[in-house]
Nanobody, 123 residues
């Protein structure tokens, strides 16, 4: 059974940093591209960042480019999202997801999802 477990969310002042982690219980982790999405109250889930199977390619939403960095460790079955210079509009529940496609930015193409971790940025 595939399981994705996020951690690292919390309450942070604007301008601060958080590091999210996702631990995956996928036997063939390296065959999945990974992504981070977020969902704010009353809004649709949106793509934040994605990383290819071996980490050679990454992609970011325009709203987080230059502030967030995605990475993965296939030996440990983990993917991380380093978030710097956080803004109140970054607030939301952050989800880790796995896709059997090379990489995708649309939620419907992801096969597995974590339960999410809350990030709240205050001024």
């Amino acid at each position: 059974q595939v399981q994705l477990v996020e951690s690292g969310g919390g309450l942070v002042q604007a301008g601060g940093s958080l590091r999210l982690s996702c631990a995956a219980s996928i036997r063939t982790f390296a065959t999945y591209a990974m992504g981070w999405f977020r969902q704010a109250p009353g809004k649709e889930r949106e793509f934040v960042s994605g990383i290819s199977r071996y980490g050679r390619r990454t992609t970011y939403a325009d709203s987080v480019k230059g502030r967030f960095t995605i990475s993965r460790d296939n030996a440990k079955n983990t993917v991380a999202l380093q978030m710097n210079t956080l803004k109140p509009e970054d607030t939301g529940v952050y989800y880790c997801a796995a896709t059997s496609l090379d990489m995708a930015t649309t939620p419907k193409f992801y096969n597995y999802w974590g339960q999410g971790t809350q990030v709240t940025v205050f001024t």
